[in-house]
């Protein structure tokens, strides 16, 4: 491809994003192109303005334009319980639930020594820094269910467990509404071990 052409130029950064591939990078593309200059500046100006003004809470680590995110500005948050997540993506997921009251700590990543991510690469140490600081009750990890993210899991549990404070992973298993039959073995059996009492 000659990047060196606008059109393709364009084409080619679409492809570098997760889950585009050439063809959806190319559709993306010719809307663009499609589009007035005025909305293509603005979808421009968004970009640059999102890279520019937002950067990490200092508390939690999630994506804000200030200091601390408004999730952490919430006073009606429960401080007491903290939800780790590896990116600040799964935030969003977690609140359209209407479940969860507490608050979060955002990895950003997962311990990986094949991809060459160690713990010290990730917000571990500032995470056992407000468990210490803070009055904190229950630590639940809101990780996939990967090899990365059991290791990392397995890595914070034994680090959290010894200060006293409750450690829980979310449970896994069957989406609301499937059938029983239709479930492999490895989903069933993460069901069963997260099973809960009644």
Do not use: W
């Not at 319980?81 to 969003?92: A, G, L, Q, S």
């Not at 997921?93 to 009251?101: G, K, P, W």
């Not at 914070?156 to 492999?184: H, Q």
């Amino acid at each position: 491809m000659n990047t060196q052409d606008p059109l393709h130029k364009l084409v080619f950064e679409f492809a570098k994003l997760p889950s585009i591939g050439k063809k959806t990078a190319q559709r993306l593309a010719y809307y663009i192109m499609s589009q007035s200059e005025e909305n293509a500046l603005e979808l421009a100006n968004s970009i640059i303005d999102a890279k520019r003004k937002v950067n990490f809470c200092e508390n939690c680590f999630n994506y804000s334009e200030n200091a601390s995110c408004r999730i952490c500005n919430d006073s009606s948050r429960d401080t007491g319980i903290i939800c780790v997540t590896e990116t600040p993506r799964e935030i969003d997921v977690i609140e359209s639930t209407h479940e969860y009251s507490g608050t979060y700590h955002v990895l950003h990543g997962l311990i990986a020594p094949l991809k060459g991510i160690s713990p010290e690469n990730l917000k571990i140490r500032e995470l056992l820094n407000r468990i210490e600081k803070n009055e904190i009750r229950e630590i639940i990890i809101a990780l996939d269910f990967t090899v990365e993210a059991d290791a990392t899991t397995l890595y914070l549990t034994r680090l959290i467990k010894p200060l006293g404070v409750s450690i829980t992973r979310i449970a896994s298993g069957i989406p609301a509404g499937a059938s029983l039959e239709f479930a492999d073995t490895v989903t069933l059996g993460q069901a069963l071990r997260g099973r809960i009492k009644l």
